[in-house]
């Protein structure tokens, strides 16, 4: 994070290093999207990071890394904050909440999606035995329905987005997973989004994956469901390497 | 996090559930302090919690919690950016930068702080093996060094804190840690605070616990020690059952 800083509300130069199948990537494309700010996407191999992004993020060496001018800004949900903070009129809505209780609420289930939900799906996924992927199953299905009665709290029940009749932070945070979410029963054997069991959350995914801004960055389900294949094979090769 | 909405700016009723060992309470204490906004303070027992912290922060059970009438706000770091929000003209400053570049920097190592160097910590004190607990040891020495740098990039090598001439978000975060880094030589045997290691984050640690706002809350040495011990005990305890 070097030292140069740009002028407030300057788009010029903006530009994503990001990963088509990374979440964390994903949101951020959709909020530049929602808020209409052009940008320039760099997509990196994590098997063969760029020096940019070593340069740009060495103490994490993660995606997504927004580049604003010189000045790299890593981890998402800093990157969601700073969209508001430095283009506070772009766009047809800020992304966070005006009214400070709202805003606290909805940054409260973004560190829950990140801090949760997130570790629960990779237990999920590449638990390293069956008991630790079945918990990490059963985990991700009871934080689910525990966003189910976020989305009631939030939306009043009757809006169509966590943040009201237009989606805001907490639909781009959790809408980042949409993806996995929806390949779950290829990747994992199991239908996360169950219309039967989270009946809101399962509409808000299909409402979230046709918004303008999420069409085009929406991993489709078949190419979540193969690399993740390449992700367990990896798990695969690095146990066996460390056996 | 019922839905209630007060008022913005509306200082009165503000209740903090808190406990005197906690890096994250700590963190809230010292934010209202500097913001000079009176509150009730509310010692849990974290054996034998409240109703009040149970119905106020059901996802997680834990401390802290800001009752600001009657809207809870769970997680340190969602109150700090509250306490900003609702009331933006209390205090001699706000907590986070004006700018946006710097907000997303502090942002960033307010991340580390909770996602990293906490866990790293906890692994130091707590790890089931030898192993776990020297590599928890050696992980939070280089989150250290990281920090050191991070000092010096934030506040330009030549100020007080890392916010600068006065203290602010990022010293707010890690400061919270300053009762259990100065105590950790009587903790986990050994110097954390060495100024022959990180001069400038030794230096900065004294100067924090010196605030008017951190020199009541930071806890002594010696408590924190004992603390410990008690935790060491309990997860002792609860091994031998699970044996």
């Known amino acids: 994070m070097a030292a140069a800083v740009v002028g407030e509300g300057d788009a010029r130069q903006l530009k994503l290093l990001g990963m088509w199948a990374s979440p964390f990537a994903h949101r951020v494309r959709v909020a530049l999207q929602l808020k209409g700010l052009e940008y320039e996407h760099v997509e990196e191999d994590m ?38 903070d430095a283009f506070p009129g772009a766009g047809r809505q800020a992304i966070l909440p005006a009214d400070p209780y709202r805003r606290a609420v909805a940054r409260f289930w973004a560190a829950y999606v990140d801090g949760k939900l997130h570790g629960m799906m990779l237990n999920a996924l590449l638990g390293a035995t069956e008991e630790e992927r079945a918990a990490g199953t059963a985990d991700t299905l009871a934080a689910l329905d525990k966003l189910e009665g976020a989305f009631a709290e939030c939306s009043g029940g009757k809006k169509e987005f966590f943040a009201g009749d237009e989606p805001g932070y907490l639909d781009i945070v959790l809408g980042g997973f949409v993806g996995w979410l929806r390949a779950w029963d290829k990747v994992g054997g199991v239908k996360l989004l169950d219309a039967g069991r989270i009946p809101r959350l399962t509409a808000w995914a299909a409402r979230f994956a046709e918004l303008d801004a999420a069409k085009e960055v929406t991993p489709d389900p078949d190419r979540i469901a193969e690399y993740a294949r390449v992700l367990l094979a990896r798990r695969a090769a690095a146990a066996a390497a460390s056996e």
């Open 47 to 84: 098997g063969n990071k760029s020096e940019l992004l070593l340069a740009s993020n060495p103490v994490h060496k993660k995606v997504p890394v927004l580049l604003h001018g010189d000045s790299p800004i890593p981890e998402s949900l800093v990157i969601l904050e700073y969209l508001d």
